[in-house]
């Protein structure tokens, strides 16, 4: 695999060089952040940070087997989807995502392809009958997308997992013709456990007209290098020896030259960081594997630099992993914004990124140097001339025990500054008012400042006195 790096490493360059050549088409920010919630979710609480949520809608919470009648929004348990779930995100003002995930239907029930015999016309009936009423323009308005299915993986039987697609999208595009749907998490790449291969089933003519959208699932998983090292080892999202940001240039490429006009989402990234106390209770193959998470501080970093590194693709959404944890010293056990929904320093890092991005859209990259510095500039939707730079050090440390690791800093001079700076603001990493690092002004068009790995905000306003 190592001898294909220098020309996939050739193929993303030119993806983020197409895609900055389009940057009217990029999304605002407010309408590009997500977040993965389910039924705890506190919206009131979550509004700070996003707008969009993603749900896991389990199928055997709506029906105890497929072919039995669904009556949305009733479960089987009693559970009513849109008093206790939906209903509340949309008073918040959140749009909502479902991911239909076939949990206690997959392949993890051993007789699931009997469940599934003969369930065409079920499926059918299930996309039309959720979609009539959930939809954007059905019953209630409660979301806007469906995912058919989570990560089914290559463990799902292919046939069996592209009729149920087929027959379910088919029945969620007349249950609402203007809701959006989505791949299950998929690559442009052989399948594995997680993901399926693009290039099967939603490469074949009869199913591409069936979707509106590329489900994308990524991690900064470090490379293993022997048995004793956890195989879900993390590293900086930057990091150029890992697959996180190269498996979604390749299904953009993909995208570009099978699947024209659909749009990619990522629908879960994100960074497990768990307390020092809870790390020292870990048990059972986590000890032997010598799992890690990374610090509070470098989860903020990394989460915030996810989302800046993904604007600058052609990606329409991406969603983080988790809202919330319970401090769990495992892999995904701690990915939350929130640690028993007291806010971590991800959360407030998340919610400056928000609130100072939301009305901007990515427009260039400035400056990209691997390993030295990374500069972004974003411009307001509606306001002409009112410009964001956000620089930062594209560094870091994997969690696989590189002990005394120092934060890299360094005095860089960016150029080409639209007007003169007004603030420069560093992230925040706690409520109330957020870092303000020294600066200078390095002639006419020219900033000199000291970057760290926690992104810095410049700030510029074509309209303000300090205009050149």
């Known amino acids: ?138 019953v209630e308005k409660l979301c806007t997308a469906f995912e058919i299915g989570n990560e089914p993986g290559s463990a799902f039987d292919a046939a069996l997992y592209k009729s149920i697609f087929i027959h379910t999208a088919k029945g969620l595009r007349a249950g609402d013709p203007a809701v959006k749907i989505l791949t299950p998490t998929a690559h442009a790449r052989a399948g594995d456990a997680y993901a399926q291969d693009l290039r099967g089933i939603y490469a074949d003519p009869a199913v591409l007209p069936l ?42 490429m993909w995208r570009d030259a099978t699947a024209k006009g659909k749009e990619v989402w990522i629908t879960e990234f994100g960074y497990d ?6 790390m020292a209770r870990r048990v059972d193959w986590f000890l032997k594997l010598d799992w890690q998470g990374v610090s509070d501080l470098q989860q903020a970093e990394y989460l915030v630099r996810s989302f800046l590194l993904f604007a600058e693709r052609d990606v329409d959404r991406a969603y983080l992993y988790f809202y919330d944890d319970m401090d769990s010293p495992s892999v995904h056990g701690c990915a939350g914004l929130t640690r028993s929904f007291t806010p971590k320093m991800s959360f407030w890092a998340v919610r400056q990124l928000y609130r100072t991005l939301g009305d901007y859209r990515f427009n260039r990259v400035v400056r990209k ?87 810095i905000y410049i700030f510029m306003d074509a309209g303000s006195p300090a205009k050149r």
């Not at 960081?273 to 809870?278: F, L």
């Open 273 to 278: 960081a768990c307390t020092p106390a809870a």
């Open 369 to 455: 140097e691997v390993g030295t510095v990374y500069a972004y500039e974003f411009v307001h939707g509606s306001e002409r001339g009112k410009t964001v730079w956000v620089a930062w050090s594209p560094t870091g440390v994997r969690t696989d025990g590189k002990a005394g690791y120092a934060p890299r800093t360094a005095s860089v001079t960016l150029a080409g500054l639209p007007v003169s700076p007004q603030q420069v603001v560093g992230m925040a990493i706690a409520d109330g008012e957020a870092p303000k690092p020294a600066w200078q002004q390095a002639g006419n068009a020219a900033i000199t400042l000291t970057i760290g790995e926690e992104p």
């Open 1 to 138: 695999m190592y001898f294909m790096v220098p020309l996939l490493h050739l193929l993303t360059l030119a993806v983020v060089a197409t895609s900055c050549t389009a940057a009217e088409a990029k999304p605002l920010f407010r309408d590009f952040m997500g977040i993965n919630g389910h039924f705890t979710f506190n919206p009131e609480l979550y509004r700070q940070v996003c707008r969009l949520v993603r749900n896991y809608h389990n199928l055997n919470w709506d029906v105890a087997k497929p072919g039995n009648a669904v009556h949305p929004p009733l479960c089987v348990n009693k559970v009513d989807w849109k008093r206790d779930v939906y209903g509340k995100w949309k008073a918040a003002g959140f749009e909502t995502d479902i991911c239909l995930q076939a949990t206690g239907f997959d392949a993890a029930n051993r007789g699931y392809k009997r469940l599934w015999a003969g369930q065409e016309q079920w499926c059918f009936d299930y996309g039309k009958a959720v979609a009539g009423y959930y939809g954007p323009s059905g």
């Open 211 to 252: 979707y509106d959208v590329i489900n994308v699932h990524t991690y900064a998983t470090a490379p293993r290098l022997d048995q004793r090292q956890s195989p879900w080892t993390r590293s900086y999202p930057e990091d150029p020896e890992l697959d996180f940001l190269r498996v979604v240039d390749e299904v953009i």
